[in-house]
């Protein structure tokens, strides 16, 4: 069963505090992206990936980072930095990058900072 | 400055009949254009991409138009259902000149089909 998944579902933290978003595709896919989605407006580019151990700082790339170890994992963590992480956080996937190239997103992740 | 506009913000219709959304441009050069679908909750799923030199593409019961002239496009849902309820995303990717990653994304139509 082929896809991208996103854990966890629901995330909570505390001000101050780091936490790590997980995403994982099993489609054999070259380029992975992280988007930020916040109420009204437009998804938010983030960080992308073209290939592994290569990642590139895309709109909000502020108070995120993240690794691409491995073909499948593009994990995003959302450091204390960022000063208004509360949000619904995408990750996609597309078989290279490239504009024409149908990106596949996984089912989400919605982070709260208390 | 590149955007995309979506209208209208949200939409309310009787199951059963049709609707239009819209979704209008400056993003130049143009490379394609692509409808989301994105229930509550879950990432978007793409229903259809248009190039430029498409006027009309049809997903069964949604068809999308665009009008790379006037930069403007739509998309038609017929005979709506309950499951049409979600939000539509407009997403235009710039050309090959730009940045190949860079996609210009709407901020939705939130449509709700009621009974």
């Known amino acids: 069963d082929g896809g991208i998944t996103q854990s966890p579902k629901y995330l909570f933290r505390k001000e101050g505090q780091n936490v790590t978003l997980s995403c994982e595709q099993n489609l054999n896919h070259d380029a992975m992206y992280w988007y930020r989605q916040d109420p009204g407006q437009g998804l938010r580019l983030i960080y992308y990936?073209?290939?592994?151990?290569?990642?590139q700082k895309g709109d909000i790339a502020e108070g995120y980072s993240v690794s691409r170890e491995k073909k499948e994992s593009f994990p995003l963590t959302v450091t204390s930095a960022q000063k208004n992480p509360t949000a619904f956080y995408l990750c996609?996937?597309?078989?290279?990058?490239?504009?024409?190239?149908?990106?596949?997103f996984g089912p989400g992740t919605r982070l709260t900072v208390l | 400055k590149n955007q995309v506009e979506q209208s209208p913000q949200s939409l309310i219709i009787l199951e059963g009949k049709n609707c239009t959304l819209q979704c209008n441009y400056t993003v130049s050069p143009f490379s394609n254009l692509r409808w989301y679908k994105q229930d509550t909750g879950r990432g978007p799923v793409s229903l259809t991409i248009m190039t430029f030199s498409e006027n009309t593409k049809s997903n069964g019961r949604y068809t999308a138009t665009l009008d790379a002239d006037t930069k403007q496009s739509s998309l038609h849902i017929t005979a709506s259902q309950l499951s049409d309820s979600a939000s539509y995303i407009c997403v235009v990717t710039p050309g090959r000149e730009y940045n190949f990653n860079k996609f210009y994304f709407g901020s939705g139509t939130k449509l709700n089909v009621k009974p």
């Open positions: 990936s073209q290939i592994v151990n290569d990642f």
């Open positions: 996609a996937s597309s078989i290279a990058s490239g504009g024409y190239n149908e990106q596949f």
